[in-house]
């Protein structure tokens, strides 16, 4: 029987018996009990700040445990809008999302199922500093542990335990500590699942695209909560947030293959009464350790952090502090340097077989693309597509490959410049689509046939502005780069905002549920910096201003894969490099903060739990620690309700960590550092040890490319912008190269090597070879640089490692020019700071780094 059981006594009375009181207190929190007629309550709850007591409105003390005699019911419950009629959102064809969506719309989920026992301990005590509560049910005996935590002072520990004394199935839920009233919510958010500053009524928009707090009190899995931290600010500027101990969620690789679908632990913003409380269940009622025999028990131990602090301080508390997400960077060990990665990638990408290279005949050109093995709207197994054309320019350059130059470049350039519509009319200088039909001689987009605003902006404006700024002659691409942007303004609402998509047929708008809460204010922002009309500039602060507003300040986002209706993915990230990047044009300060913003969010897309350990397991035969295989550091490509992490957890396809090193540069919180390092380090057990390419999702490991044979192109890039910004941050800002476009669709890294840098006060080129440098070490990644005037070479050697580095290197003087061997004539270290040290011309030289450190090796030659 769904609903609230009510044990017997009077849940309304208010009324103290004989003054009985129990009381923590630290000095941070206090928190008393009083003994009333139906139990013991929480009476008051006060959080010290700057000297002063601010008491808590609201307070409860309620605990609620759910009971059911036989299995939850199994069927999906129906969603209904205001009026009464039936949501059919996601729709038949989003064949990827629909099951995980009917998964959260199951009775438990939805938080109607079992009966809901709810009560104030009978009995309590305190003994030792710790108080003890208890109560009995007909169907179980509850006891609870409560006190205060000697290292956090703003943390109170609690455990629950649960003795059946009935067979049935069981759920423990968080007591609720204090109900907010909706008029005074500032904030609220389960990180990975949902945020916003307001409740919202429309269920798919918040409970399926996490844009707004859901007004049912609806049981998220832990499966897509990237940290176990459900939390809610009020506008007395006090958050409260419950914090399940490690342990009591799933691990997602148990023993020898995934379990990231196992349910333990469940999170909500609201109690079973949907008042506004953060709120865990453990275990989940139906799920893998509720069902108990009579005698048998269960337990339950997590804690409250309530603070004056705003949301991102208490959660980077939960992250940091009891997930110690820290402690991660010390158990990674690494076989492979990034370096190396990046090199060997080269050859796979100019092998035809392995990188599945082809060209085809189009509008009298030669096209080149990669085979893409994923669905595609209209396709017979033969889309091709391109991606990173920043990196694929930048590459060719840095390397001065003669493969990728000639018969690689010419031929994606033909692609892109066929992949713009040039017709007449309502869609000329937009994008024709992502991928292309060889059967069918067409573009087209990727899950139906509409054009997207943002497809622009990423096919056209991001793409072709890269190749703008390797070849600024490019007369053909300029004006393709043009006709877009012109496009985009036309296309921009009065307001600065876009529709999601048009109709291919009949222009209409598509996805009207939706608001496009994405970047494509960007690509006004790449024409401005390329053809420098201010016209494009003043539309994209129009469209920025707009984004800021709605989605930003609100938590609501859209993302960029149409074959997951859009739910909210790593363009997320992109909006903050995009927002940085127009500051540095602005430098407007609201687009900065906009942008630190943004990057706060961003980090609820990534992982914290559980915490590594060095446990055995294996992958597919092969003995594996758990840290190897961690999830911890790693993004969603789409989190939530209905995202791919649902199924196959996060990607390693990490293209925020250069942005997170940046956000860190400028505000020194060490969690972007933190969670760039854990991303990018120590992933040799993703990556194909025969063509270095990692797997895209978490759940198959390392089996390489797999469908996604474009996805190379990414990996370098992301590797590129990841090391480089690592250099800039610990090189001071001595060491830096010019950042070009934004890559399109899966992050925010950015193409690197169409201009000279910066070191240490000399000019100097992009430069990276195989065989240049030899070293033992694989924590030792490189780049280079040239000055070919003043003939010096820069290598820039980084310890990508939390201890120091001792190990050889030897440098091969006949890689660095073409055919020609340079000959040394003086050599130096040059240190972070700038300090400069002669050492003897020679080929090879001991190394020694701290942890993280960096050096620069400055050779003169002839």
């Given at each position: ?47 010290q700040h700057n000297g002063k007591w601010k008491q808590l409105p609201g307070v409860s003390g309620a605990y609620t445990v759910l009971y059911s005699a036989a299995p939850p019911d199994s069927v999906p419950m129906k969603v209904y809008d205001e009026n009464g009629q039936e949501v059919n959102i996601p729709e038949p064809q989003y064949k990827y999302i629909l099951p995980p969506w009917k998964q959260v719309l199951l009775p ?387 307001d600065g905002r876009w529709v999601m998509a048009y109709d291919h047929a009949t222009r209409k708008p598509l996805f009207t549920d939706l608001e496009d809460l994405r970047t494509t204010f960007y690509g006004l922002v790449i024409a401005y910096k390329l053809l420098g009309d201010k016209k494009y500039l003043q539309g994209a602060i129009k469209g920025a201003n707009w984004y800021i507003a709605n989605a930003v300040n609100k ?21 903050a490099q995009a927002l940085l990047d127009l500051y540095e044009i602005t430098k407007d300060t609201v687009h900065l903060s906009a942008a630190i913003a943004t990057a706060k969010l961003y980090t609820t897309s990534v992982y914290t739990h559980p915490i590594p350990t060095t446990a055995q397991k294996s992958v597919r035969g092969v003995a594996r620690q758990d840290w190897e295989i961690s999830q911890v550091g790693l993004s ?227």
């Amino acid at each position: 029987m769904a609903g609230f059981l009510l044990v017997a006594f009077n849940m309304m009375a208010q009324g103290p018996v004989a003054n009985k009181k129990l009381m923590l207190s630290s000095s941070s929190l206090k928190l008393e009990w009083n003994q009333t007629e139906e139990g013991w309550q929480l009476g008051q709850l006060a959080v010290q700040h700057n000297g002063k007591w601010k008491q808590l409105p609201g307070v409860s003390g309620a605990y609620t445990v759910l009971y059911s005699a036989a299995p939850p019911d199994s069927v999906p419950m129906k969603v209904y809008d205001e009026n009464g009629q039936e949501v059919n959102i996601p729709e038949p064809q989003y064949k990827y999302i629909l099951p995980p969506w009917k998964q959260v719309l199951l009775p438990v989920a939805m938080n109607k199922a079992g009966e809901a026992i709810r009560f104030f301990p009978e009995n309590g005590k305190k003994e030792n500093g710790i108080l003890q509560f208890s109560r009995s049910t007909g169907q179980a005996a509850i006891a609870a542990t409560w006190q205060l935590d000697d290292r956090f002072s703003n943390d109170v520990l609690v455990t629950i335990s649960l003795t059946a004394k009935k067979d049935g199935y069981y759920s423990l839920s968080s007591p609720t500590l204090v109900v907010i009233d909706e008029q005074d919510l500032r904030w609220g958010m389960v990180p990975g699942h949902f945020q916003g500053n307001a409740i919202e009524k429309d269920l798919v928009k918040a409970y399926g695209y996490g844009q707004g707090i859901p007004a049912l009190p609806v049981v998220t899995r832990e499966r897509t909560a990237s940290t176990l931290s459900p939390l809610l600010t009020g506008k007395n500027g006090i958050t409260i947030s419950v914090i399940p101990a490690p342990g009591m969620s799933r691990d997602p690789w148990e023993k020898d293959h995934s379990t990231q679908n196992t349910w333990q632990l469940g999170l909500s913003l609201m109690n079973r009464q949907a008042q506004l409380t953060p709120t865990a269940w453990h275990p989940v009622l139906g799920e893998k350790g509720s069902y108990l025999k009579k005698g048998e028990a269960i337990r339950f131990s997590f804690r409250y952090t309530v603070a004056v602090a705003d949301w991102f301080t208490v959660y980077k508390h939960a992250a940091n502090d009891i997930y110690r997400l820290k402690d991660f960077l010390a158990l990674k060990q690494t076989r492979q340097s990034l370096t190396d990665r990046i090199l060997r990638m080269h050859r796979y990408v100019v092998d035809d077989s392995t990188s599945k290279w082809r060209t085809e005949q189009y509008q009298g050109l030669t096209i080149g693309a990669q085979d893409y093995r994923g669905g595609v709207y209209g396709g017979e197994g033969d889309a091709i597509k391109n991606a990173d054309y920043g990196a694929m320019w930048m590459l060719a350059t840095i390397t001065n490959d003669p493969v990728l130059q000639q018969t690689r470049l010419p031929f994606v350039r033909n692609f892109k410049l066929t992949q713009q519509n040039t017709d007449t009319g309502f869609f000329h200088g937009a994008a024709a689509g992502q991928y292309y039909l060889p059967k069918s001689k067409r573009f087209t987009e990727e899950w139906g046939p509409y054009v997207e605003p943002i497809g622009t902006t990423y096919y056209v404006l991001m793409d072709a502005g890269n190749i703008l700024l390797f070849n600024p002659t490019d007369t053909a691409i300029r004006n393709e780069v043009q006709a877009a942007a012109d496009r985009l303004l036309a296309w921009m609402g009065p307001d600065g905002r876009w529709v999601m998509a048009y109709d291919h047929a009949t222009r209409k708008p598509l996805f009207t549920d939706l608001e496009d809460l994405r970047t494509t204010f960007y690509g006004l922002v790449i024409a401005y910096k390329l053809l420098g009309d201010k016209k494009y500039l003043q539309g994209a602060i129009k469209g920025a201003n707009w984004y800021i507003a709605n989605a930003v300040n609100k938590g609501h986002f859209t993302g960029v894969c149409g074959d997951t209706r859009f739910a909210p993915d790593f363009a997320t990230g992109q909006s903050a490099q995009a927002l940085l990047d127009l500051y540095e044009i602005t430098k407007d300060t609201v687009h900065l903060s906009a942008a630190i913003a943004t990057a706060k969010l961003y980090t609820t897309s990534v992982y914290t739990h559980p915490i590594p350990t060095t446990a055995q397991k294996s992958v597919r035969g092969v003995a594996r620690q758990d840290w190897e295989i961690s999830q911890v550091g790693l993004s969603f490509e789409h989190g939530g309700s209905f995202g791919s992490a649902t199924l196959r957890g996060p990607i390693l396809l990490a293209s925020h960590t250069g942005m997170f090193i940046r956000m860190f540069a400028i505000t020194r919180d060490s969690l972007f550092l933190t969670m760039a390092r854990a991303a990018a380090l120590g992933r040799d057990a993703f990556v194909d040890p025969a063509t270095s390419v990692a797997s895209y999702y978490w759940d198959v490991m390392n089996r390489g490319a797999g469908p996604y044979p474009h996805h190379a192109w990414w990996q370098i890039g992301w590797i590129t912008d990841y090391l480089l910004s690592e250099l800039r941050l610990r090189s001071g800002g001595k060491v830096e190269f010019p950042r070009g476009c934004i890559t399109p669709k899966v992050g925010p890294h950015q193409s690197y090597g169409f201009q000279p840098g910066n070191v240490y006060g000399h000019k100097a080129s992009l430069l990276l070879k195989e065989g240049v440098l030899q070293t033992e070490s694989p924590y030792l990644d490189y780049f280079g640089a040239i000055d070919n005037e003043q003939k010096k070479l820069f290598l820039f050697l980084l310890n990508n490692d939390d201890e120091k580095l001792t190990t050889t290197l030897t440098i091969d003087y006949s890689k660095i020019l073409d055919n020609k061997t340079i000959v040394p004539k003086g050599i130096q270290w040059i240190e972070a700071s700038g300090k400069r040290t002669r050492l003897p011309v020679k080929a090879s030289f001991r190394l020694t780094l701290p942890g993280y450190g960096m050096q620069v090796l400055e050779i003169s030659y002839k």
